[in-house]
């Protein structure tokens, strides 16, 4: 079996600053309006446990054979799954696909966009960038063969879908 990289969610740590949701958006410049990584607010609300969501890179992306011009596809040797902006055309057929509501359209490039686990962090040895900014340590990553041993599949406000998505949690205990 190839490698397939995850993340893993302890939400016993999480506090809800949505410091991974910034870091995310800050990395990728993202347009206003497009979160890349959306994260619970201790603002809105007080009490976790929190969860924070991007692409699960799934082992069955359902955005994949939605896609009809082929623009994402799944690395063999880390399972991440990317999107070819130069093929994309912004069909929109991904969004209606996935479970998790992962891509995001980008209206002032006309393309879909989506967490493509830092690709060019981890290709540079460092970490994803919501990963580095979680100030409780309450994100990681890393190999799904370990991770699944670590976490569950669900955690409290997700539940998992057929797409076997590459993400465990550590349960809060509130």
């Known amino acids: 079996m190839a490698k397939q990289l995850g993340f893993i969610l302890n939400q016993q ?8 949701q910034t ?13 890349l990584r ?11 446990p929190f969860i924070t969501e991007a692409c699960y890179h799934c082992e069955t992306p359902a955005c994949i054979p939605a896609c009809p011009v082929q623009a994402i596809s799944k690395r063999d040797e ?25 891509p995001k359209f980008n209206e002032n490039i ?6 493509d686990f830092c690709l060019d962090r981890l290709e540079a040895d460092d970490i994803p960038a919501c990963v580095e900014s979680c100030p409780a340590k309450a994100l ?10 670590q976490g569950v599949l669900e955690g409290a406000k997700f539940k998992a879908e057929d797409t076997n998505p590459s993400v465990r949690f550590i349960l809060a205990s509130f």
């Open 13 to 20: 740590n999480c506090v809800g600053c949505q410091g991974c």
């Open 23 to 35: 870091a995310c958006q800050a990395k990728n410049n993202s347009d206003v309006g497009i979160s």
């Open 38 to 48: 959306v994260a619970d607010s201790c603002e809105y609300t007080p009490v976790g």
């Open 78 to 102: 880390d399972g991440i799954v990317v999107v070819d902006l130069e093929l994309c055309d912004g069909n929109k057929e991904c969004i209606a696909a996935c479970p998790y509501d992962a």
């Open 110 to 115: 006309g393309k879909m966009e989506k967490c």
């Open 140 to 149: 990681n990553y890393g190999d799904m063969e370990i991770l699944s041993g």
